[in-house]
T-cell receptor, first 112, second 115 residues
Framework: ELKVEQNPLFLSMQEGKNYTIYCNYSTTSDRLYWYRQDPGKSLESLFVLLSNGAVKQEGRLMASLDTKARLSTLHITAAVHDLSATYFCAVGNTGTASKLTFGTGTRLQVTL | DAGITQSPRHKVTETGTPVTLRCHQTENHRYMYWYRQDPGHGLRLIHYSYGVKDTDKGEVSDGYSVSRSKTEDFLLTLESATSSQTSVYFC??????????????FGPGTRLTVT
């Protein structure tokens, strides 16, 4: 059974600082996704990572995937208040109707 | 934004009553999913569909059934609602896409309270 663990579960950081959210998963997978959720809202897709060594960047967020270590990271550079949200990683497998298993989420709070 | 709507958006119901939630898409995507979101659990898959009349169970399917008679609609039924089914329910859709990403797009959610 695929297990997905994120850490930390809660992260309070000051504006301008850098930090990394980690996503570990328990079995081989060829697809990993990052989503953002604002309070009371739906999930918004941030990144899709499909191969070992994949790196994607959008603004102050950069996601990477190491399939050998079964690890993905979401790095936040020079955080700003607008990045405050909950971030989820999700792991999928081709051939299983693209089902996803989600981590429990990391609630990010960026303070002034 | 992906064309996904969910109805109702909010519902309060009593224990023991049946409830049906509807997910409607205008994207003609093959795959559709129902998730529930609860504090401390992230999103958990209830049921999914890989085509009209083709459905299967997810990790938390007990007490739920689904139907998909048309590509665009995926219904989730709580046969006899219990308080443990109080949750936020999200529908999602996906397709392989040009790069085989199978990226999932989420609907706005339905907040269900069972009293």
């Amino acid at each position: 059974e695929l297990k997905v663990e994120q850490n930390p579960l809660f992260l309070s950081m000051q504006e301008g600082k850098n930090y990394t959210i980690y996503c570990n998963y328990s079995t081989t997978s060829d697809r990993l996704y990052w989503y953002r959720q604002d309070p009371g809202k739906s999930l918004e897709s941030l990144f899709v990572l499909l191969s070992n060594g994949a790196v994607k960047q959008e603004g102050r967020l950069m996601a990477s995937l190491d399939t050998k270590a079964r690890l993905s990271t979401l790095h936040i550079t020079a955080a700003v208040h607008d990045l405050s949200a909950t971030y989820f990683c999700a792991v999928g497998n081709t051939g299983t109707a693209s089902k996803l298993t989600f981590g429990t989420g990391t609630r990010l709070q960026v303070t002034l | 934004d992906a064309g996904i709507t969910q109805s109702p958006r909010h519902k309060v119901t009593e224990t023991g009553t049946p409830v049906t939630l509807r997910c409607h898409q205008t994207e003609n995507h093959r795959y559709m999913y129902w998730y529930r979101q609860d504090p401390g659990h992230g999103l958990r898959l209830i049921h999914y569909s890989y085509g009209v009349k083709d459905t299967d169970k997810g990790e938390v399917s007990d007490g739920y059934s689904v139907s998909r008679s048309k590509t665009e609609d995926f219904l989730l039924t709580l046969e006899s609602a219990t308080s443990s089914q109080t949750s936020v329910y999200f529908c999602a859709i996906s397709e392989s896409g040009l790069a085989g990403t199978y990226e999932q797009y989420f609907g706005p959610g339905t907040r269900l309270t069972v009293t």
